[in-house]
Each structure stands twice: as C-alpha cells, then as structure tokens.
C-alpha cells in the first residue's frame, strides 16, 4: 500500500482506535486535531491527544476547529485525505476542500439511520436492534455524505450505552481497516446516501434522563440504559426522594395493583410502568449513595409506593 498523507480530527475511543488504524496502515499523519476535555464530564474513554503523543505525531486542541489560521495549516499540509473520528465539531467547507481526494468521518451508526448527536444513545432509547459505524464522504449537511462503507454490530436487549459502543468502536476499526486499501487506490465504493425523514437527532442533556413512570415498561428500560453511568443517568423521584436508577431488568410477573407503583418481592424491588409491565430494579442511587434494594423490598412488600 502507498503512502497516504492525512490531517486527522479525532476524540474519543473510536478516535484512538482509528487513528492506531491509520498509523498501522502506514499513513503519513502530520497533524491530529482533538477537543479539550471538560473537567465536567467523566473521562471514561482513551485520549487521542496521548495516544498522538506517544506516537510522536503533532496533536493539537484548538478550542474552535473552523478558524482561518487552522484551515491555513491544514491546507499548508497538503493532506490527500481528512479524516474525522468523532470529532466533537462538524468541519466547514474550507477544511474540507483542503483534502486532496476526499474527507471522511465516521459515524457511530448504520447511516442513514441515527444521523447527529449521540448515536448510539438515541438508538437504544428508540429501541432498535442493531447499530454499527459507518465511513462516510463529509459535506456540509451532517452526516449526509456518500457511503464508502458499514458494518452492523447487536444491540440486546439489556445492553446499556457502554457496551454498545465498545461494540460500535470494534466496528469503527472494522470499516476503516477494510476502506483504506481502497480509499488509497482510488477504487472504494461510494454510494449516494438516502435522507430519511425523522433520522437526526440533537444532543442530549442530562434533564432527558427523567422516568415518566406513564410510559410502557420497556421504553424506561430502553431510558434507564440508553443513559447509564458513565452517562449522567435516569432519575425519578421515589416517595420523597430522587432516585437515579442505573439498571432494570423487564420482569414477567403481574404486579398486585394497578397503576405505576414500586413494590417488593422475593427480596427484590420492581416497578409497575404504565402499561401495566413490570421492571426489576437492580442498581439505583439516591443522594446518600448506594441503595440497599434488598433492604427496601420488605418494607415495599408491605406497603408499596406509588410513583408519579
């Protein structure tokens, strides 16, 4: 395989895993450009600008990527490819122009469905059954571009966002690796992606997290694991309390009334929804820490509670 030269934007686990792609294809990688870490958000994912710096790439973070000064050292650089890897900003047309043939991102789902912010987050919560990532041509739409490539990955039906997306990353490196043989050729499919209505989605915010006990069983625990920890989490106010609850587990047993109440059993805590489903509740915080929900099955067996 040649040499490819290519200016890399990059965050995250599947900027690491695909920049540890490009690096073992060989490619001429003078410049990655990552994001800041927010002190605010939990650092629960490898670090692009360590991994670049242990590589002895030149890695930068600038705190806006489409400035005139960066367009003019990416375009300095003459890269025949640009590459995003869940790059936390969508590149302007100067910097796309820059690369010789062609930018790329790659997206963490089978496009074009879950085109936008939070993937993987959004396909959880809306129940689909399959993710992946996809290698796409960028425009100035997001996440509109041809399609070079995709691979599709399971979403079960316990499955929380963490694990879906260490799947998601192995398909990353999956579609990069088998795409860059011919991307460098100049022989790589591409095909003209369809835009589906009602298939972008915007960023999330932890108030999103709210449990409307009204819904089906199923839709708060697709909620409940959409956003689990490391994410900021689903929570509900319990009685007189607010309860953020990690783990639920749809259950097959009819519950002893009617209406959304937590109730106890067999030494376990469940929760009627509003369709008159039943989720087990195995991991939940309040603001002393750990609940106890052993514990609290007996005194809900006797007396359940009913939940807004």
């Known amino acids: 395989m040649s040499a490819a030269r290519a200016v890399v934007f990059a965050y995250h686990d ?11 294809a060989g490619v001429d990688i003078p410049l990655v450009v990552t994001v800041r870490d927010d002190p605010n958000e939990t650092q629960w994912y490898a670090s692009v600008a360590a991994t670049a710096a242990d590589y002895g790439i030149a890695v930068i973070a600038p705190a806006e990527a489409n400035t005139p000064e960066l367009e003019a050292r ?10 995003s890897f869940y790059y936390r900003s969508m590149l302007g047309a100067p910097l796309l122009r820059a690369a010789r043939r ?7 789902s089978l496009l074009p469905k879950f085109r936008g912010r939070a993937p993987v ?26 399609i070079v490539d995709s691979h599709a990955v399971p979403i079960l039906q316990d499955d929380d966002a963490r694990d879906v997306f260490g799947k998601v990353t192995v398909a990353a490196e999956t579609v990069l690796a088998r795409s860059l043989p011919g991307l460098i050729a100049g022989n790589a499919p591409r095909k003209p992606q369809p835009i589906e209505p009602g298939q972008y989605f915007g960023r999330r915010r932890p108030e999103d997290g709210r449990i409307d006990w009204t819904r089906p069983a199923l839709a708060i625990h697709n909620l409940v694991r959409a956003v689990a920890p490391p994410f900021p989490g689903a929570f509900a106010q319990v009685g007189s309390e607010c309860w953020e609850i990690y783990r639920t587990r749809l259950a097959t047993l009819c519950p002893p009334a009617p209406g959304p109440q937590l109730f106890g059993m067999d030494g376990a805590c469940y929760a009627t929804c509003g369709d008159g489903g039943v989720l087990r509740l195995l991991a939940a915080v309040d ?22």
């Not at 062609?102 to 963490?108: E, R, V």
């Open 121 to 146: 987050n959004w396909a959880i919560l809306k129940g689909a059954r399959e993710s992946g990532a996809t290698l796409h041509y960028m425009v100035e739409r997001a996440d509109a571009g041809d």
């Open 74 to 83: 990416v375009a300095a650089l003459e890269p025949d490819f640009l590459f």
């Open 102 to 108: 062609g930018a790329l991102n790659m997206h963490g």
């Open 287 to 308: 603001s002393q820490g750990s609940i106890d929900l052993a514990q609290r099955a007996g005194a809900l067996a006797r007396r359940p509670l009913p939940l807004a």
């Open 14 to 24: 599947v900027g690491v895993r695909c920049l540890k792609t490009l690096i073992s």
